[in-house]
């Protein structure tokens, strides 16, 4: 353990140099076969993730996109493929399955056959490689479940938007698919009336819709493949897991090298598919995955078991989120695209493989935000945009529907948030005559407004790590934080007499300590958030010398409350989560957020003594104490400098998953692979390797074990990235300037 004695020693900029080198990420090698879908490998880019897997002698896998979207908000699969091939060759014992982890793409090898997958990182079109020393005969198959319409049932409700509110007729409408020789064909596509309808009318918003974002009405989703040499003959009916299938086949009877493409679209855009484009996006690719790697790692030498593990499987999660750079919606946290048949998560989920739990098109942004913050540090702020613009284009929908309910202005984002900017209908709830309609009436959600907070302090970060140009966003930050000085004064002259306290501070109530201290007053979360992201702005203001929003954001901060504090029976002083509250609904700590994710204490900064306390002996912290799926112990341990602590915790977080590969978590408290969990694990791990001062002093290794050794590239504020060794407790580290990565 670094002791705290030892932190100035640390914290100086060292004149030692690290001599710079390409970080050559290892290959994750299978050499034997899979059993199902849940044994799969991912694969991916751009915006598709692919689960790849070889059973039974045939490659076979999955294809997702980002944006997938039906009518009730089920994020659709596009499809499972089969390739075979005549005599087994995967069959033998020289069987190899590859993830080559800088190149971003699978190979397959066995007896004479070879066989490279990949997705272009810059177009979405998945490229499939077959070299044989000689002919075999071929067959690829197209499966698809939604072949018809399917029912969705009471008991897999939660895939989509409805959940236990599911109309009787909702259907999961059968996809267009068309084959001809060497061709398929595939759509899906949406009517005109969707869930967005139902929930604008169940939120008695109808007056307002029409002139909202609607990102599913009539939306329309396209697949594409084109097999040189492979022609159509006929097809078949299957059943694989729990679901019934109908395959369109393919069939090449003297295969030898052939390049089988998959390109997805939502929209017209016309992609070029010569035999060029085919080196052309292997060369790209390879050197987008090659560079990506050098923006940021973490290594050791191999001579720990544990920390090799851990880093192993940092690896392995960041090159799942890599797969979706440059999609237009972020990255989801109940599985991202990598979801496999639900009955191996949950043997009485025998459901199609387009099931997750959570829903599709739904956002719960306090998930959402673990996903994203390590991309800070790893120098990823490019893949950040999606979450970033998601939120830009749901900017009107939440301004209008804040100045329906109550008339004041800002923009009031709430928690399970679907993809056109209102809550989930069914976690809006009943609303009897006299109720507040803004608010959700639901007992976890109720009054828990600030999680888009943490995303606008993450547009503000990126402009210090990145220097990227966060002028699109402006209205973004304003509007959220207008929304909370508008808001609580209109409460409270709803309540009482005066807007403000004698002080002239804000009255947070009701308010919600996440979905854990329900009708708070005051909640610490809440003023941390709002004090960070404030002040942060006022300081981007300040150099950008906008002097009327200057003195606009200024009042606001001046209206906000001091964060409570208690004490426990033996007199220790704590973060409180509130200065009161009615019930407890939930198991968080939002009591921690002062020092993750708003860094009001932990080292480098005053009063520590009090966030220990608060993480040592505040009973309500020490019960729910976890490192299970969306937990933050780890983080905040690491930010408070308990080395021990944050070793153990981390440890727990990237220990292998129940699943073949290592990064495939089970669900937490929400689906497999849990990406809640190796976002908060990312972070645990950064911040126990890095962390900064308010002034931008650089804290090395402030929760390292000295038993560890290792070595890494990580970013910082200025534009920073850091490379820095611990080698026996010695360090010593190099700052680099670092370019803006940018969208290609």
């Known amino acids: 353990m670094m002791k705290a004695s030892l932190l100035s020693t640390l914290l100086l900029l060292s004149t030692c140099h690290i001599e710079a080198a390409d970080n050559v990420p290892k290959d994750y090698v299978w050499t034997t076969q899979s059993k199902n879908s849940s044994e799969s490998m991912p694969c991916g880019g751009h915006d598709i993730g692919m689960n790849v897997w070889v059973e039974d002698g045939d490659i076979m896998f999955y294809v997702s996109q980002s944006g997938w979207f039906d009518e009730n908000n089920t994020l659709l699969k596009a499809g499972r493929w089969r390739l075979h091939f005549d005599g087994k060759p995967f069959d033998g014992q020289d069987f190899e399955q590859r993830l080559r982890l800088d190149e971003g793409a699978i190979y397959i090898h066995g007896g004479e056959m070879n066989v490279r997958i990949w997705v272009d990182v810059f177009y979405p079109i998945v490229f499939i490689e077959l070299d044989s020393k000689h002919v075999v005969p071929t067959t690829i198959s197209y499966e698809s479940w939604r072949y018809k319409d399917r029912p969705v049932t009471k008991a897999e409700c939660q895939q989509c938007s409805y ?225 970033f613009d998601t939120y830009l284009r749901l900017l009107p929908t939440a301004t209008a529907r804040t100045k329906y309910y109550w008339g004041h202005d800002g923009a009031s984002f709430t928690e399970q ?56 966003y402006y209205p973004l930050i304003e509007q959220c934080l207008l929304f909370f000085d508008e808001h609580y004064q209109y409460q409270a002259k709803k309540l009482g007499a005066k807007a403000l306290t004698d002080s002239g501070k804000l009255i947070i109530y009701p308010g919600s300590g996440c979905e854990t201290y329900k009708m708070a007053y005051n909640p610490s979360s809440t003023i941390a958030a709002l004090r960070c992201v404030l002040t942060e702005y006022i300081a981007y203001l300040n150099n950008i010398d906008s002097v009327s929003l200057y003195s606009t954001i200024q009042n606001m901060l001046d209206h906000i409350p001091d964060i409570p504090l208690s004490t426990t029976d033996l007199g220790d002083t704590c973060i409180a989560p509130a200065i009161t509250w009615a019930r407890i609904q939930n198991v968080e700590t939002p009591q921690l957020y002062p020092v993750f994710p708003w860094r009001i204490y932990g080292m480098g900064r005053k009063d520590l003594h009090i966030a220990r306390n608060t993480y040592q002996k505040d009973p309500h912290a020490i019960a729910m104490r976890s490192s299970k799926g969306w937990k933050q112990d780890n983080i905040w341990a690491a930010c408070l400098g308990l ?88 360090t010593k580290h190099h700052i680099y300037p670092t370019p803006n990565p940018s969208l290609p």
């Open 643 to 730: 080395a021990e602590e944050a070793k153990r915790l981390n440890m727990e977080k990237f220990a292998d998953g129940p699943y073949r590969f290592p990064a495939f978590w089970e669900s937490g408290f929400d689906w497999a692979p849990d990406h809640n969990r190796g976002g908060s694990a990312m972070i645990g791990l950064q911040e126990m390797l890095l962390q900064e001062t308010p002034d931008g002093e650089l804290l090395l290794f402030p929760a390292w074990s000295k038993e560890w050794n290792v070595s890494f590239r990580l970013h910082a504020t200025d534009g920073r990235a850091i490379e820095a060794s611990c080698t026996n407790g010695k």
């Open 417 to 472: 948030l679907e993809n056109f900017g209102l809550p989930n209908p069914a976690e809006y709830g009943k609303h009897p005559d006299g109720s507040d309609l803004g608010v959700e009436r639901n007992a976890w959600l109720e009054y828990e407004w600030d999680t888009v907070l943490e995303f606008c302090q993450m547009i503000l970060l990126a402009r210090k790590y990145g220097q990227t140009d966060i002028t699109p």
């Open 163 to 387: 959940k236990w509110i599911l109309p009787t007729d909702c259907t999961t409408y059968a996809d267009s698919i068309k084959a001809e020789n060497g061709q398929l064909l595939f759509s899906h596509k949406n009517r005109a009336q969707t869930i967005f309808d139902f929930t604008f009318n169940r939120e008695h918003l109808d007056d307002i819709k029409t002139t909202l974002y609607n990102p599913i009405g009539g939306r329309e989703m396209n697949g594409k493949m084109t097999m040189p040499g492979f022609k159509y003959i006929g097809t078949n009916k299957g059943i694989y897991a729990s679901t019934d299938y109908k395959s369109w086949i393919f069939f090449h009877p003297r295969m030898k090298k052939s390049t089988i493409q998959i390109s997805l679209l939502t929209n017209d855009h016309q992609l070029n598919s010569s035999p060029y484009y085919v080196k052309k996006s292997k060369d790209r690719s390879n050197r987008w995955w090659h560079n990506y790697w050098q923006r940021s790692w973490i290594q050791t030498n191999g001579s720990d078991e544990d920390l090799t593990r851990i880093v192993r499987n940092y690896e392995l999660f960041r090159y799942m989120l890599g797969c979706n750079a440059y999609g237009r919606w972020p990255t989801k946290f109940n599985g991202g695209l990598f979801t496999f048949d639900p009955v191996y998560v949950d043997s009485t989920a025998t459901f199609t493989p387009d099931y997750r739990k959570w829903g599709g098109g739904t956002m719960t942004a306090q998930n959402q935000r673990l996903v994203y913050w390590p991309m800070l540090k790893s120098g990823d702020i490019d893949m950040m945009k999606a979450q």
